[in-house]
């Protein structure tokens, strides 16, 4: 199988992209600063970009959603770990669209 040089071109490009875009927030974190009212704002950021995904969702989602969030809280609340929580968050998520669809 070959590819044609522009999907090629077009691989290759948004590979040197996504670098530069890494490379780039690695250079530029030595500067961020690491006290004050900036650095607690950044803090914050990661949170609040989830937040924002996340909120849509819930409002014009079904029922699923509304469930997978509250599986989503509790897991947290319990453990106070971000990956186990979304895990679960996930596979909540998945399972009840499966069975409220059935």
Do not use: C, D, Q
């Amino acid at each position: 199988m070959w590819t044609s040089p522009e999907a090629l071109a077009a691989i290759l490009g948004m590979a040197a992209v996504s670098f530069m875009v890494k490379a780039g927030g690695l250079l530029l974190s030595n500067r961020l600063p690491r006290h004050g009212f900036a650095a607690a704002w950044l803090k914050h950021v990661p949170g609040a970009v989830l937040a924002s995904l996340v909120a849509p969702a819930l409002v014009t989602g079904s029922a699923a959603e509304i469930i997978a969030a509250l599986a989503t809280g509790l897991v947290f609340w319990r453990t106070r770990s971000l990956l186990p929580a979304m895990a679960i968050g996930v596979l909540t998520v998945y399972l009840a669209r499966l069975v409220l669809a059935a």
